[in-house]
């Protein structure tokens, strides 16, 4: 069985991290506060990871609060990749 794929955000400051960690912890959103991956940004720093199953959920709060990250990764086993957000049109 194939582990889930996860969603790594990285922000522009540590404001919008943590604004960002607050809205989605105060919605009960699945989220980890995590040291930014070395295998991406070999800088110290915070990044929000979660499962690719929440990401519909977890953007979609972002994007109106105004929290847009930075970048964004898609982590599969040890493969990184750029991962860029696309709402779904219902």
Excluded at 2 to 10: G, K, R
Excluded at 19 to 37: G, K, R, Y
Aim: glycine share 2%; net charge negative.
């Amino acid at each position: 069985m194939t582990e889930e794929a996860e969603i790594i955000l990285i922000f522009s400051s540590n404001t919008k991290i943590l604004n960002a960690e607050d809205l989605l912890e105060e919605m009960s959103l699945p989220i980890t506060l995590v040291p930014v991956p070395k295998e991406v940004n070999p800088n110290c720093g915070l990044a929000i990871s979660f499962a690719e199953s929440q990401k519909e959920k977890i953007m979609t709060v972002l994007l109106a609060a105004d929290l847009k990250p930075s970048v964004a990764y898609r982590r599969q086993g040890q493969d990184f990749s750029v991962w860029a957000f696309e709402p779904s049109i219902n």
